[in-house]
């Protein structure tokens, strides 16, 4: 099955310093890849998503970059706020009927400092 | 978006007993999903609610120690069986609701259970 590596576990950055994300994956038939941001004691709440056909997609702040060839796809934040200090997790998940099947990254813990 | 409601948020259980979690969705949705949160840890996907049908397992987690209902597009249960504290985690029912791009979950709050 699939499995997806996330790093670094922990990202501690200045307000308005940007923030980089790493995850790999193992299983080259994923081509679905979201990001969930989970503040503390609330729900994952998806920030953006990729899909393998495109390489990069920003929204905004937000940024994440996808290397097939590679089995990476990372996750930028620019401009960083107090705000958007919470856990943040990629995922990976085949499509098709298997969109919902998300695969999870151990997690990154960001604090941003004002 | 949709709204999910699940009950209980939390709950204190002792071991061997069960208990069945409630989600509730605002408007028919495609795909149902069950996922479990431990402690400081990431998700990992219990199931696929399938509508009409028994649900979809993922390797490790079977029917008899989580049996999941779905008997119409907008509501299903979980139920946590003959727990042990290992089960002690947050569930999360998280939903497609196929209005918007293939793959865009929403979760709910999640149910908190603490087993002891």
């Known amino acids: 099955g699939e499995n997806v590596e996330q790093h670094p576990s922990t990202l501690s950055v200045q307000e308005g310093d940007s923030a980089v994300i790493k995850c790999t994956y193992s299983?080259?038939?994923?081509?679905?890849f979201p990001w969930y941001k989970q503040e503390l004691g609330k729900r994952p709440q998806l920030i953006i998503d990729?899909?393998?056909?495109?390489g990069e997609k920003k929204d905004q702040r937000i940024a994440v970059t996808l290397n097939k060839t590679a089995k990476h796809f990372s996750l930028h934040i620019t401009e960083t706020q107090p705000e958007d200090s919470a856990v943040y997790f990629c995922?990976?998940?085949?499509?098709?009927?298997?969109?919902?099947?998300?695969?999870f990254g151990q997690g990154t813990i960001l604090t941003v400092h004002p | 978006s949709a709204v999910i409601s699940q009950k209980p948020s939390r709950d204190i259980c002792q071991r061997g007993t069960s208990l069945t979690i409630q989600c509730q969705v605002d408007?028919?949705?495609?795909?149902m999903f069950w996922y479990r949160q431990q402690p400081g840890q990431s998700l990992t996907l219990i199931a696929t609610?399938?509508?009409?049908?028994?649900?979809?397992?993922e390797s490790g987690f079977v029917i008899d120690k989580f049996p999941i209902s779905r008997p119409n597009l907008t509501f299903s249960t979980l139920t946590v069986s003959n727990m042990s504290p290992e089960d002690s985690s947050i569930y999360l029912c998280?939903?497609?609701?196929?209005?918007?791009?293939?793959?865009?979950?929403?979760f709910g709050e999640g149910s908190r259970l603490t087993v002891l």
């Open positions: 998280s939903v497609d609701t196929g209005t918007g791009l293939p793959g865009e979950l929403f």
């Open positions: 299983d080259s038939a994923s081509n679905y």
């Open positions: 990729i899909r393998s056909n495109v």
């Open positions: 995922a990976a998940s085949r499509g098709g009927t298997s969109y919902g099947k998300l695969t």
């Open positions: 408007s028919q949705v495609t795909m």
């Open positions: 609610a399938n509508q009409g049908s028994e649900a979809t397992y």
